[in-house]
């Protein structure tokens, strides 16, 4: 895990402020991906959040859908946790894919 999130955003929040409200709230998440100019972070948490709530549409199956809204989840929790602490964490699967769409790689 990368320390990051220690500057501004360009929404006026600190970093590590903005990251923590986009893994928290799947809409803040997608609106900050695609308004942020500045940071890389809070344009990864964003995206990252944006998959992650795209994913959760398949809740609705029945058995595999809820066990993926579980995983969902805990995952939204561990982002949110890093993210306001100014830390990187990559979603299995995702986190990469993430990385490369907001700059970071």
């Not at 997608?30 to 940071?39: A, T």
């Not at 549409?57 to 995983?71: A, D, Q």
């Amino acid at each position: 895990m990368d320390e990051m999130g220690k500057g501004k955003s360009s929404t006026g929040l600190d970093e590590n402020v903005a990251a923590g409200l986009a893994a928290l709230i799947w809409i803040v998440g997608v609106i900050f991906f695609f308004i942020e100019k500045d940071s890389k972070f809070v344009k990864f948490y964003g995206f990252q959040m944006l998959i992650l709530g795209l994913l959760g549409g398949l809740g609705i199956i029945p058995i595999v859908g809820w066990i993926l809204s579980i995983l969902i989840l805990i995952f939204v929790i561990i982002n949110t946790i890093n993210a306001f602490q100014g830390k990187i964490f990559k979603v299995p699967v995702i986190g990469n894919f993430a990385a490369k769409q907001a700059g970071l790689e």
